[in-house]
């Protein structure tokens, strides 16, 4: 049974930092690629960044770039997504996901196991 148990969020001020880490259960975690969805009040859930297998390949959604950073420890089974300055349209539940192959991007159907979404909710 795969799991993915997201920690981290919480409330922050604009320009404010938050690292977010969630642990995978299951032997495979270093075989695929794993992805951070955020979904905000009234809002579609909308890609924020992918890792391939190996940590070296990355994605990012053009409203995170630059200061969202994914990275991975497949010693740990954890991927984690650090957030820098933050603005109030950066508050949604963050979720993690499983891709199913090495290498995703941004569509949600590359993903199979979705974690229970970590909420994150930036002040003015």
């Known amino acids: 049974q795969v799991q993915l148990v997201e920690s981290g969020g919480g409330l922050v001020q604009t320009g404010g930092s938050l690292r977010l880490s969630c642990v995978v259960s299951?032997?495979?975690?270093?075989?695929?690629?794993m992805g951070w969805f955020r979904q905000a009040p009234g809002k579609d859930r909308e890609f924020v960044a992918s890792?391939?297998?190996?940590?070296?390949?990355?994605y990012y959604a053009d409203s995170v770039r630059g200061r969202f950073t994914i990275s991975r420890d497949n010693a740990k089974d954890t991927v984690y997504l650090q957030m820098n300055n933050f603005t109030p349209e950066d508050t949604a539940i963050y979720y993690c996901a499983r891709g199913r192959t090495f290498y995703t991007r941004k569509n949600p159907t590359e993903y199979d196991y979705w974690g229970q979404g970590t909420q994150v909710t930036v002040s003015s």
């Open positions: 890792i391939g297998g190996n940590g070296v390949i990355t």
């Open positions: 299951g032997r495979t975690f270093s075989t695929v690629a």
